[in-house]
């Protein structure tokens, strides 16, 4: 009878069915709303990334005029952004959900490889703007062929030890079929990315900044010397000069590009990290929406780097149109 009591009384329909408190930790899925919106994303915009990029690379490998130092570091920042480009189209294929940890993680790599490749020849492409513009009659010397290919091996050496960090060995053993950045990779190695992705934005910014600040000086005198004796009618948008305001659009979408692609995937990464597992819904935004703004600056790259330098641009039209309009 007493046993009876006991059974009865451990199997009360109000105690029986009270709901075990869940583990306060993030809980990997692979196929959650986040993820859908990422693969659908990804397609348009790797296909975007691959065609611009390849025209580019295409179009300098056919131009003997553009097999210059400025130019080689264009064609690494090409190579690097269609590397991210396929590497979007396997994230697509696999859906984030790759059978081993070392097939997530080689994944992974290739991406984190992309992008550091590419931050890093945007850094290298201004220090050689930078060279270019202040060190005008000793530029040759400077920038030598040596030079530039030591720069491009230590991008491609850097990169790909920093993005296969985790297959060696920096992750997270606990894998459970979910190959997103922040489920795979260990603290440390997050930290690491957070530097080495800011210390490239930084050195672009002081480099635009000086360029910007030393042009403006030129150009301040430049018009006082055409303003001699002339009143001026107009001082163009916002009190700025002509010549002022082209310098300062280029500057703005330079340094904006970077900033409004990468920082707030940098940031937030930061701060889930500070967080800990109390902010796992910024797991899902950062692997999936802020990685997809930072993957948009692949595309951008070409845009600002080739077609916005107006004598690739030129060479571009009139290559266009010597093969549309041969007669003309």
Known sequence: M???????????????????????????????????????????????????????????????????????????????????????????????NESTLNVCLVRIGFTITGIQASTMCVMWIAIDRYIAITRALRYTQIMTTKKVVFAMVWITTQSLLVGFAPLIGWNNANYNQYCSFLFVVSPGYVVLIFIIGVVPILIVFVIYVRLYCSARGHIKRIDALEQLGVTRKSSGIFGISARNWKSVKTLLCVIGCLLITWCPFLIATVVQLVSGEKACFLKEIIGTYLLILGFSNSFLNPLIYAVGTKDFRDNFKSTIKRQCCPAS
Request: aromatic fraction near 8%; charge should be positive.
């Open 2 to 96: 007493l046993l009876l009591h006991n059974l009865t009384k451990t199997s009360d329909p109000m105690t029986s069915f009270v709901p075990t408190p869940l583990p306060e930790t993030c809980q990997p899925d692979w196929d959650n709303d986040h993820e859908r919106v990422k693969r659908i994303v990804l397609i348009p915009l790797s296909i975007c990334i691959i065609l611009s990029n390849g025209a580019v690379l295409l179009f300098i490998a056919l131009q003997r005029k553009f097999h210059r130092p400025t130019y080689w570091f264009v064609t690494s920042l090409g190579i690097a952004d269609m590397c991210i480009g396929f590497v979007s189209i396997g994230t697509v294929a696999t859906k984030a």
